[in-house]
């Protein structure tokens, strides 16, 4: 036996003629990673198309509509069951199609809604979705009403997905009965009430399938939980309280990153103020898309704007500013009534802006569902002084029956006279709106009324300085509702109309107007 050397220690894998399976750079968990983005983005991919099929009109007519037609012909059946229109073999052959096409988009885009969230919020624990920044989505606030949201859709799809099964099957059942004896009328009539009931269901949760698709799955689903007595900016903090928690972050982020396209000397708030009001004027059609531009030039470095607003591929660009500024409209319509009544007293020089020392503006919705309501009040210092001040909130009524709010408001001195909407020499609408909201005080105050309260209803705000003597008092009426009513569908309709416009194409501009 020939002596080979030393006995060598072996190392799977080392001098091996085998291949190794595991490169020195292979690391399990970025493979995991890499995998559970793929999945999430197939499944957004997969929701966003699906659902956007599921709630289109026409498919939400067959969904309500199918239903009805099949009972009618159910009957036709136990009436005429002798009849070639009315064997239930042609009905099956007929209904088939047209319950997979009206109810599978929208069952599938459910299910695919439910795997992206799970997904999303593993990536987010796993600092997958921003480098570095880890957030565990399921604990924050208002994400378990989210997930109850798509619960829910699930389940209606789940109950409308049942009661077409036993409609068909009872079809097939009476496909093979003698027609017209007792057990075919009443597999008949049986599946005349399912088909009913599928109807009826369809038409009852048509709000819901609505909701299928959005390309900001959380936002229509999200119910504010939580909001600030105090906006230090109007449109800025109110956007950012009917945000979702996925994507309130990202308009943090968002904004840290504004002063970056501000050129120099400009305010950062008057900045996201001034951007989102212009954005809010244009979609309203007050301002032409060239006059935005231009005015957007006037404090946006020219070489930012395109990165900044025209970006498709951006969390937030024009159209989806633009969608969640109507969103919160959607939600708090009342507060652009102050926003609207401000302008106009600025462009016509009202004796609330030139002449008194203070200006006072309150707003309340005109019905307040389930006894609960927001009041906005607007409140100005247009002396040369600062001063401290406080506000009473008295509800006859409610819950508390008073509350009192005392702040310090900065002077803020109005124009002289009427100004215009935009002009290049002096200062303008649009530049006095900022400055005035920014040294402004607008308070976002819930009142609640006790539960034997309803109708009609009075609200008094008074504003008084440190001596106690009242500067101002208003009274406001509202309509106080046991229930929801309309005014939830109503709330739907508006934002679906904002989900339409973030959703929308961006404006195109020449490159040299983007820079120049």
């Known amino acids: ?27 399990r968990s970025e493979d995991s990673i890499s995998l559970s983005k793929s999945e999430y983005e197939s499944s957004e991919q997969n929701r966003v198309k699906f659902g956007k099929f599921a709630c289109h009109p026409a498919l939400l007519i067959t969904r309500r509509v199918v239903g009805l037609l099949m009972a009618i012909t159910a009957l036709a059946g136990v009436v005429a069951p002798f009849h070639p229109l009315a064997r239930p073999t042609l009905m099956i052959l007929l209904w088939i199609p047209l319950l997979i096409v009206s109810i599978a988009p929208a069952f ?14 593993s990536l987010w624990k796993q600092e997958a979705i921003i480098e570095g920044l880890r957030r565990d989505m399921t604990a924050e606030p208002g994400m378990d009403r989210i997930k109850a949201g798509i619960n829910d859709i699930r389940f209606h799809n789940a109950v409308a997905t049942i009661l077409a099964f036993i409609s068909i099957f009872l079809l097939i059942v009476a496909a093979g009965l003698e027609p017209n004896g007792l057990a075919y009328n009443l597999v008949l009539l049986t599946t005349l009430t399912s088909s009913l009931a599928l109807s009826f269901h369809a038409i009852f949760t048509t709000d819901s399938m609505k909701k299928l698709g959005d390309e900001l799955p959380y936002l229509v689903i999200h119910s504010p939980t939580h909001h600030p007595t105090k906006l230090d900016t109007i449109l800025g903090d109110l956007v950012f309280a009917h945000l979702d928690p996925d994507h309130s972050l990202l308009w943090n982020i968002w904004e840290s990153k504004l002063p970056e396209s501000l050129l120099p000397g400009v305010d950062n708030k008057q900045a996201r103020e001034r951007l989102l009001y212009l954005l809010h004027l244009n979609n309203r059609g007050d301002l032409t898309d060239e006059e935005t531009m231009s005015e957007l030039k006037e404090f946006i470095k020219p070489m930012a704007l395109e990165g900044l607003l025209l970006d498709e591929d951006a969390p937030f660009n024009w159209v989806k500013l633009q969608r969640l500024v109507q969103h919160a409209r959607a939600w708090q319509i009342e507060v652009f009534d102050l926003l609207d009544r401000l302008q106009n007293d600025l462009l016509s020089g009202s004796h609330s802006i030139t002449k008194n020392p203070w200006r006072m503006d309150i707003a309340l919705a005109d019905y307040c569902s389930s006894r609960n309501g927001h009041l906005f009040i607007a409140l100005n210092n247009q002396t040369k002084e600062d001063r401290h001040l406080k506000v009473e909130v008295i509800v006859p009524g409610g819950i508390p029956k008073s509350q009192v709010h005392r702040f310090e408001l900065l002077s803020c001195p109005g124009p002289s006279g009427p100004v215009s909407i935009t002009d290049p020499l002096v200062e303008d609408a649009l530049d006095w709106m900022p400055k005035y909201l920014e040294k402004g005080i607008v308070l976002w105050i819930g009142v609640a009324w006790n539960e034997n309260v309803k109708g009609r209803r009075n609200v008094q705000v008074i504003l008084r300085d440190d001596e106690e003597n009242i500067l101002d008092s208003r009274i406001i009426r509202t309509e106080v509702l046991a229930g929801e009513s309309t005014l939830t569908k109503q709330r739907l309709k508006r934002m679906l109309k904002a989900r339409a416009r973030g959703e929308s194409e961006l404006p195109i501009f020449e490159k040299s107007a983007t820079v120049s």
């Open 1 to 27: 036996m020939s002596e080979d050397g030393p006995m060598k220690k072996v190392i799977p894998g080392k001098e091996s003629s085998l291949p190794n399976p595991y490169s020195k750079h292979f690391d």
């Open 108 to 121: 599938y885009a459910g299910e695919k809604a439910m795997t992206a969230f799970v997904l999303r919020s």
